[in-house]
């Protein structure tokens, strides 16, 4: 009942060769992509496919991941069945029974048969999920059916052409293979003819269904298949919100308006994707209703790159713009709406990094076409002209200091340089922040001083923005200052100015030691450096909400929680979306800056995911996170909670406190 | 045809201290900027050039650093940059500023014909209004100020209809190109330069004319063609007010003066 190899050989080589062809033509779209190094730490890369690829752990941090990981580990080891499967088509002597010793064909053939079975059970679990409860609106698509079904097809193929081989008797090995033998027992009532049929059709079901899957992927989002775990190894070693510098040179181009401005690896991410939804839940924007969809995106990608990949090899212009309306493009408001939180990039399985493109297209619009929100207008000539985004008098910045002894910073007389930021030397509520912080630093007996004056803003807002050009600007100017001053520990407030000090100016050669306030007061304590008095905060009950670009983006998640429990003798509350999957305070990404006319407002949806748990006290680390709190409790009229920066409740501790 | 925007670099005033002792201005450090009201003057030059071809010229008369606000403006689109530079220029007032202005406008006119001049209503360091009224009387353009739309442009029979913003009104004028026209702020949204454009205009030309150049009466330019002087510079003293408590440092204390002297004067109902 074996087929015959005259029919099958040439089918099967013909599948084999489109799938190729397909699979180069698909992949080899990504060379119109810019040049990007991803290829160095190769040890590091093998690690992370190791532990992200094979081992899922990022695919296992959703609870429906379990049941991935039981379809990707049959896949892998069914791929073993399904190429002696093939190859048995072609050379029928080719089978692992006969090849193979017993002692190891054995297990195999007990393997594939219990795995099969799982694979049956997690295809059909992920069907009914899919209909029931599907990840996300719009994820019940024909496309994602068909491949399950498909699966579940291969499975059931396999168990009735097996059953067959064993009822008729021509499988010496049905003793090692149960499942298939149960069933064998249930066909048993079958004359050997139409046991017969059943077995060939069976093959060939399998074998078509197989071979129609295979050629299927290059053209279906499960294209995953191929890429994911490539693309795993291909992921961003360092922080990926620190997006690559452009150089400024005539004739250049600048962030991405065609599909061919982004890199390859910006395109082989789309190819990655098989819209799983994970980012686009995690996302504050589509959260609230806003026409930015992470997931969405990456799909426009793909599209575009399909709809314009083969004119640009041919040497041709891109037809379809990569941002804009429809199919394959993102539309501008989609782009404005990204609070930069990093919260798809921590969602994503296998590390597609949506919102580095999302700057990139804000770059375009910014520096190719000056085309922005109206709003953003006077924040860049604010920020070039006075390197503050309110456009006060740069004069004014040591201002807060008012009566208070505030030394400046001198390589040699002080230790830390204290870098305030435009928050915490402008913005009244932040003020007091800086002042607690002050306290704090003396109150341990730090070495700091300030640049007062002569501080700039560290420009992470243009940066996100997508000014590139005036943040390029900014960033010279001061890590030509940190260096003529001989910088080397600074101790931030804002995490803003945390996270370009420490990441984006490592770009520009500097390399300083930056301790964000939560970390500092957290050894500080630990050091018993501070003492203070046990005390309740105000109003009690405090819960903590984590800043984006603290937590995700850098990975300090603890220190401000010790700090609290220290400082106040309880851990604090959390809120369900806490640490990794925190949720954005609307502020982030330049948002700040830009009116919110979209959708629910980003920092109501936040406070009353806080407000929940009736706290006293909504403890920040973060000016725009103070800004959007209180803004966010004002519209709800809260009655007696407040917002705090950790630096706040640390101060009313201080033992000795006037 | 030419579009001419006239732009005056200016201290930035939201930083200008007055020296207390001297009475004077403290330039020391203080970050330059175009006038404010002259970003949209040549805002609406730079659209006039969008949507009719002409060429967009920008002027401005100033010290040599002036030159940074014309590579601004040559960043933002304009065809030429001319700065009027010359140290017999220095310490002019409205007058004279206007004579150069007037001037350098004619030269170009031998060039093209100049249709339209646009001003911005007045500068924030000088406030007085005067440069853009006294281009067009020189030069005998029509003079339309205070401009916050242009309602028409009719080339065959050259005429311009715009409205004016006045004080609780709004007058819609028609008159008779060339016109100069000084404009508020509502008149447009200025563009932001792209960086391709900036990185052009840093390389571009500002092409630079003095006296030998404009060729006029040493005695109406400059210092000796100013007849105004400035006497003295001062900060009106206050007449009325006083400051509650320390804001700065105590907004609740603050806050609780101002609750109980609107109390006493029963002007806040509880």
Same mark, same amino acid.
Do not use: A, E, S, W
């Given at each position: 009942m074996q087929p015959d190899p005259v029919i099958f050989t040439p089918l099967l080589a013909a599948a084999c060769t489109i799938f190729l062809w397909s699979c180069y033509r698909r992949f080899s779209l990504v060379t119109v992509g810019a040049a990007e190094d991803r290829f160095s730490n190769t040890w590091d890369r093998l690690q992370a496919m190791f532990v992200y690829a094979f081992l899922q752990k990022r695919v296992v941090k959703r609870p429906f991941g379990v049941n991935h990981v039981f379809i990707f580990w049959s896949f892998l080891i069914l791929a073993v069945a399904n190429t002696e499967f093939l190859i048995s088509g072609v050379f029928p002597a080719a089978k692992l029974s006969l090849l193979l010793p017993a002692a190891l064909y054995q297990p195999l053939l007990f393997a594939f048969d219990l795995v099969s079975l799982f694979a049956l059970a997690a295809v059909v679990i992920a069907l009914v999920r899919r209909a029931v409860a599907p990840p996300y609106k719009g994820a019940r698509t024909g496309e994602a059916f068909a491949i399950l079904s498909m699966i579940g097809t291969l499975m059931l193929a396999y168990f009735s052409f097996h059953a067959a081989e064993i009822a008729l008797g021509h499988e010496p090995a049905a003793h090692v293979m149960p499942l298939s033998s149960l069933l064998a027992a249930a066909l048993s009532s079958l004359s050997p003819e139409t046991l017969g049929t059943v077995g060939v059709a069976s093959w060939w079901l399998h074998a078509g269904v197989l071979l129609f899957f295979l050629n299927y992927l290059p053209y279906s989002k499960h294209m995953h298949i191929l890429a994911a775990i490539p693309n795993c190894y291909f992921k961003g070693l360092g922080t990926p919100n620190t997006q690559a510098r452009e150089e400024f040179a005539e004739g250049n181009v600048y962030g991405a308006g065609s599909i061919e401005n982004f890199t390859w690896k910006d395109l082989f991410d789309s190819f990655s994707c098989t819209e799983c939804g994970r980012c686009e839940n995690a996302c504050p924007a589509a959260a609230t209703g806003k026409p930015l969809n992470p997931r969405l995106v990456m799909h426009d990608i793909k599209v575009n790159l399909l709809a314009n990949g083969a004119q640009l090899q041919r040497g041709g212009v891109a037809t379809v713009p990569v941002i804009g309306e429809g199919e394959g493009s993102v539309e501008v408001d989609a782009l404005w709406s #990204?609070?930069? #939180?990093?919260a798809c990039l921590n969602a994503c399985p296998v590390f597609i990094e949506q919102m580095p493109k999302i700057n990139k297209m804000r770059r375009h619009l910014v520096q190719m076409e000056a085309d922005f929100p109206e709003e953003l207008l006077n924040l860049f000539e604010n920020m070039e002209q006075r390197s503050n985004p309110w456009g006060i008098a740069p004069g004014d910045r040591g201002k807060w200091v008012g009566g208070h002894e505030v030394k400046p910073f001198e390589a040699g007389q002080t230790e830390y340089l204290f870098y305030v930021g435009c928050a915490g030397s402008f913005d009244s509520r932040a003020k007091q922040v800086t002042l607690s912080m002050a306290r704090i630093l003396d109150a341990a007996g730090i070495s700091w001083g300030i640049l007062g004056k002569e501080e700039k803003c560290c420009g992470d807002s243009v940066r996100r923005l997508g000014n590139e050009y005036v943040f390029d600007k900014m960033a010279r100017e001061n890590v030509a200052m940190f260096q003529e001053k001989k910088v080397t520990k600074v101790i931030t407030q804002c995490p803003h100015c945390f996270s370009t000090l420490k990441n984006d100016y490592r770009q520009y050669g500097l390399e300083l030691e930056v301790i964000p306030h939560a970390e500092l007061i957290e050894q500080l304590l630990g050091e018993g450096k501070l003492q203070l008095d046990m005390h309740e905060a105000t109003g009690g009950n405090i819960v903590f909400h984590d800043s984006c670009y603290l937590g995700r983006h850098n990975g300090v998640y603890e220190a401000p929680r010790k700090v609290i429990a220290q400082a106040t003798g309880t851990a604090p509350a959390e809120m369900p979306r806490n640490r990794e999957n925190s949720f954005c305070c609307g502020a982030g990404g330049g948002r700040m800056w830009l009116e919110e006319h979209l959708g629910e407002r980003i920092n109501l949806n936040r406070v009353n995911e806080a407000l929940a748990g009736s706290p006293g006290t909504i403890c920040v680390t973060c000016p725009y996170c103070m800004t959007m709190m209180e803004d966010g409790l004002k519209d709800r009229a809260s009655g007696q909670t407040k917002v705090k920066d950790i630096a706040e409740i640390v101060a009313e501790g201080l033992k000795g406190r006037a | 045809m030419y579009v001419v925007a006239c732009i005056k670099q200016v201290p930035d005033t939201t930083q200008v201290q007055i020296?207390?002792?001297?009475?004077?201005?403290?330039?020391?450090g203080i970050p330059f900027i175009i006038n404010p009201y002259d970003t949209h003057a040549l805002e609406e030059s730079l659209r006039m050039k969008g949507r009719y071809g002409f060429k967009a010229a920008a002027l401005s008369m100033g010290p040599p650093n002036a030159e940074a606000a014309l590579r601004k403006a040559l960043a933002l689109g304009v065809d030429e940059a001319i700065l009027l530079s010359d140290r017999a220029f220095g310490g002019a007032d409205t007058l004279s500023t206007s004579n150069v202005l007037a001037a350098a406008i004619s030269k170009l006119a031998q060039d093209d014909e100049v249709g339209i001049v646009f001003c911005g209503k007045q500068t924030i360091d000088g406030d007085t209004a005067q440069v853009g009224p006294g281009i067009a009387i020189r030069l005998g353009f029509s003079q339309l100020t205070l401009v916050d739309r242009i309602e028409h442009l009719d080339f065959l029979s050259k005429k311009i209809r715009v409205r004016r913003k006045l004080e609780g009104r709004y007058e819609i004028v028609e008159a008779k190109l060339p016109a100069m026209i000084t404009v508020v702020r509502e008149l447009n949204r200025p563009r932001y330069p792209t960086v391709p454009m900036r990185l052009k205009a840093a390389k571009g030309e500002v092409r630079v004319w003095d006296n030998s150049e404009l060729k006029l009466d040493p005695n109406s330019i400059g210092l000796k063609g100013s007849p105004t002087w400035v006497s003295r510079i001062f900060s009106p003293e206050r007449s009325k007010g006083e400051m509650l408590g320390d804001g700065l440092n105590d907004p609740k204390g603050t806050a609780r003066l101002l609750v109980e002297r609107l109390l006493a004067r029963d002007m806040l109902a509880v």
């Open positions: #990204c609070t930069t #939180c990093g | 020296d207390p002792v001297t009475n004077t201005l403290v330039r020391d």
